[in-house]
T-cell receptor, first 114, second 118 residues
Framework: NAGVTQTPKFQVLKTGQSMTLQCAQDMNHEYMSWYRQDPGMGLRLIHYSVGAGITDQGEVPNGYNVSRSTTEDFPLRLLSAAPSQTSVYFC?????????????FGDGTRLSIL | AQKITQTQPGMFVQEKEAVTLDCTYDTSDPSYGLFWYKQPSSGEMIFLIYQGSYDQQNATEGRYSLNFQKARKSANLVISASQLGDSAMYFCAMREKSRSGNTGKLIFGQGTTLQVKP
């Protein structure tokens, strides 16, 4: 009963480095999304996907790439990390059957860019 | 543009008392959904309760209830009989209106930190 699994839980990068945040869900959910949470702010949507092969931008997509080759996985890529990307990142998924199904969140990845 | 506003950065409540966390929203979409999530200090996001714009009754889930006042565009969370474990940050969120109509994207308020005193 894993739900939404995010790896790693913590990561420190240097400016300019690249990395991929992993997200996997075992609930056969069609809809997956990535959010970032900054101090004093709510979660903001980075990218989302409504199914395998389909992705779209959210509110703050710049500096991030995503792909969705399978239903289960939705990785988030930082191509050239910047200090402004220091944040806590959450992956979420929900069933696509009904748009008001609650989203299930992973435990988050704390990312620091030096 | 759609917006969620939580005006209480921090709240205190005595254990076993009830507390109301405020949430107001702005949307031109006649069909929308409102959610409340809890984020304890450990960091995970926990779904608490949902209210649909066409629901006739206020939503309830155990000790959580939603005071939904559509005309005032408010969806306040009421926690009855507060417990120490209720100490957390609480987020109000709304399903965003989209062109395709079915993405279910959420927009979040800034959150309210609740501290329960023994």
């Amino acid at each position: 009963n894993a739900g939404v699994t995010q790896t790693p839980k913590f990561q420190v990068l240097k400016t300019g480095q690249s990395m991929t945040l992993q997200c996997a869900q075992d609930m056969n959910h069609e809809y997956m999304s990535w959010y970032r949470q900054d101090p004093g702010m709510g979660l903001r949507l980075i990218h989302y996907s409504v199914g395998a092969g389909i992705t779209d931008q959210g509110e703050v997509p710049n500096g991030y790439n995503v792909s969705r080759s399978t239903t289960e996985d939705f990785p988030l890529r930082l191509l050239s990390a910047a200090p402004s990307q220091t944040s806590v990142y959450f992956c979420a998924s929900r069933s696509g059957e009904y748009r008001d199904q609650p989203q299930h969140f992973g435990d988050g990845t704390r990312l620091s860019i030096l | 543009a759609q917006k969620i506003t939580q005006t209480q950065p921090g709240m205190f409540v005595q254990e076993k008392e009830a507390v109301t966390l405020d949430c107001t929203y702005d949307t031109s979409d006649p069909s929308y959904g409102l959610f409340w999530y809890k984020q304890p200090s450990s960091g995970e996001m926990i779904f608490l309760i949902y209210q649909g714009s066409y629901d006739q009754q206020n939503a309830t889930e155990g000790r959580y209830s939603l005071n939904f006042q559509k005309a005032r565009k408010s969806a306040n969370l009421v926690i009855s009989a507060s417990q120490l474990g209720d100490s957390a940050m609480y987020f109000c969120a709304m399903r965003e209106k989209s062109r395709s109509g079915n993405t279910g994207k959420l927009i979040f308020g800034q959150g309210t930190t609740l501290q329960v005193k023994p």
